[in-house]
């Protein structure tokens, strides 16, 4: 099956200016994520959606971020305006449930490196 | 709240020398456990999970994991490495909260392997 797909793999912007970036998951994934992994640090959740609805946005800067998931598919992180700590590499993941588990497994994209000057 | 402790920064092994990566938990219950690897400008992949049952888990690439509730570790395991597995290494933890979990991720471990 194909991976999740994102876009762009990198972005050099300027501070206060904005930047979007794109997500398609796996086929049939209801769920889907998006993490902020900073340079040295492990990834963090940024933003759960299940479906078009979203689960959990409780670490989303909302000030500054915005992401959603309009048909329950692809999905957008928005950050307007930047800043300079948001320079991180921005991961999309969907998930599967596990049947012999009971869990879901995430699958990561490549992810979309931002550098804010 | 969850937590996940990688105390090794850094890690350098000798090619066909084994290998251990240190990963501790923050759970009040047992949590559902995880291993990912990142290679350069790559996603995470996932190398092995623990849910429940046996507590030594087999991965992929050769990986292996023992679960140890006393110690609240979930270390992570290979009896030879290989200059491909040079890499990051996350440890990440998730409640097993009603057939869903948001993985919690340590801050990672870089594998450098000397040939």
């Known amino acids: 099956e194909a991976g999740v797909a994102q876009s762009p793999r990198y972005k050099i912007i300027e501070k206060r200016q904005s930047v979007a970036f794109w997500c398609n998951p796996i086929s049939g994934h209801a769920t889907l994520y998006w993490y902020q992994q900073i340079l040295g640090q492990g990834p963090k959740l940024l933003i759960q959606f299940q479906n078009n609805g979203v689960v959990d946005d409780s670490q989303l800067p909302k000030d500054r971020f915005s992401a959603e998931r309009l048909k329950g598919v692809d999905s957008t992180l928005k950050i307007q305006p930047a800043k300079l700590e948001d320079s991180a590499v921005y991961l999309c993941?969907?998930?599967?449930?596990?049947?012999?588990?009971?869990?879901?497994?995430?699958?990561f994209g490549a992810g979309s490196r931002l550098t804010v000057l | 709240a969850q937590s996940v402790t990688q105390p090794d920064i850094h890690i350098t092994v000798s090619e066909g020398a084994s290998l251990e990566l240190r990963c501790n938990y923050s759970?009040?219950?047992?949590?559902?456990l995880f291993w990912y690897v990142q290679s350069p400008g790559q996603g995470l992949q996932l190398l092995l999970k623990?849910?429940?049952?046996?507590?030594l888990v087999q991965g992929i690439k050769g990986f292996e994991a023992e679960f140890k509730r006393s110690q609240s570790s979930f270390n992570l395991r290979k009896p030879s490495v290989h200059w491909s597995d040079a890499a990051e290494y996350f440890c990440?933890?998730?409640?097993?909260?009603?057939?869903?979990?948001?993985?919690?991720f340590g801050r990672g471990t870089s594998l450098i392997v000397h040939p």
């Open positions: 990440a933890v998730g409640p097993p909260s009603g057939g869903s979990y948001i993985p919690t």
């Open positions: 993941a969907s998930s599967s449930y596990d049947k012999t588990s009971g869990a879901n497994v995430l699958t």
């Open positions: 623990y849910f429940s049952g046996d507590t």
């Open positions: 759970y009040g219950a047992t949590p559902y």
